[in-house]
T-cell receptor
Framework: QQQVKQSPQSLIVQKGGISIINCAYENTAFDYFPWYQQFPGKGPALLIAIRPDVSEKKEGRFTISFNKSAKQFSLHIMDSQPGDSATYFCAASIGWGAQKLVFGQGTRLTINP | EAQVTQNPRYLITVTGKKLTVTCSQNMNHEYMSWYRQDPGLGLRQIYYSMNVEVTDKGDVPEGYKVSRKEKRNFPLILESPSPNQTSLYFC???????????????FGQGTRLTVV
C-alpha cells in the first residue's frame, strides 16, 4: 500500500502562475517531510523540507504547507517558471535522517512559457 | 566534487544472468540506500545501510542483495534477474542528521536496467 499519496500525477501551469502539489500520509509516526525535484536523466535532489512542529516553511518561491491534523502537506511554487518543469516527489520519514524515505508517486510539472 | 556515482548508467541483460550495479560516494556518509523508480509508483526503497557491515531490508527487497564492506561503496546485486526487475535504480547516501537538523539524501544519476 502507498503510505504517501501524491496528487496530481501531472500538472500544466502557465508561466507566472502558482503550482500546487498535494500529499497525504497515513503513518502518524512520520516526522520529517521533504520534497525532491527531479530533472530528466538526473537523480532527485532535495528542494525543501519541513518538520511537523511548524505549519509552513518558505524558501524563495517554494513553500510547504503542513496540516498535521489532516495528515496532509503541499508544495506551492509561486511565479512558476519554465525552469521549474520537472518531476516532484513528496516524501516522509521517521527520525532525523534521510536513510529511509517513503516517497509519493510523483508529479510531472510542466510550465508553459 | 561531492557526488554519488553509479555504474553502469544503462544495462540490458537476459533473465537469470547475475549482475551487479555499483555505487560509490565520496562524502563520507554513514547511510546508503538503493531505490527503484517505476511510473506511477514513485521511488521505493530496496535496501539501506546504516554503516559498514550493517544492512537492512527496505520496502521491496525481494530478488536483490547488497553488501557494505567499505563505507564508500554499496553495490546492488541481482542474482537471477527477472523482467519485473526492469526499472530505473537510484543509489543514495546521507549523513547522520542531528536532532533539529535537515536530513538530505544525495542521489546518483540512476541506472536504467532492462531485463529481457
Amino acid at each position: 500500500q502507498q503510505q504517501v499519496k501524491q496528487s496530481p500525477q501531472s500538472l500544466i501551469v502557465q508561466k507566472g502562475g502558482i503550482s500546487i502539489i498535494n500529499c497525504a500520509y497515513e503513518n502518524t509516526a512520520f516526522d520529517y517531510f521533504p520534497w525532491y525535484q527531479q530533472f530528466p536523466g538526473k537523480g532527485p535532489a532535495l528542494l525543501i523540507a519541513i518538520r511537523p512542529d511548524v505549519s509552513e516553511k518558505k524558501e524563495g518561491r517554494f513553500t510547504i504547507s503542513f496540516n498535521k491534523s489532516a495528515k496532509q502537506f503541499s508544495l506551492h511554487i509561486m511565479d512558476s517558471q519554465p525552469g521549474d518543469s520537472a518531476t516532484y516527489f513528496c516524501a516522509a520519514s521517521i527520525g532525523w535522517g534521510a536513510q529511509k524515505l517513503v516517497f509519493g508517486q510523483g508529479t510531472r510539472l510542466t510550465i508553459n512559457p | 566534487e561531492a557526488q554519488v556515482t553509479q555504474n553502469p548508467r544503462y544495462l540490458i541483460t537476459v533473465t537469470g544472468k547475475k549482475l551487479t550495479v555499483t555505487c560509490s560516494q565520496n562524502m563520507n556518509h554513514e547511510y546508503m540506500s538503493w531505490y527503484r523508480q517505476d511510473p506511477g509508483l514513485g521511488l521505493r526503497q530496496i535496501y539501506y545501510s546504516m554503516n559498514v557491515e550493517v544492512t537492512d531490508k527496505g520496502d521491496v527487497p525481494e530478488g536483490y542483495k547488497v553488501s557494505r564492506k567499505e563505507k564508500r561503496n554499496f553495490p546492488l546485486i541481482l542474482e537471477s534477474p527477472s523482467p519485473n526487475q526492469t526499472s530505473l535504480y537510484f543509489c543514495a547516501s546521507s549523513l547522520y542528521a542531528r536532532p533539529g537538523g535537515v536530513g538530505e539524501a544525495f542521489f546518483g544519476q540512476g541506472t536504467r536496467l532492462t531485463v529481457v
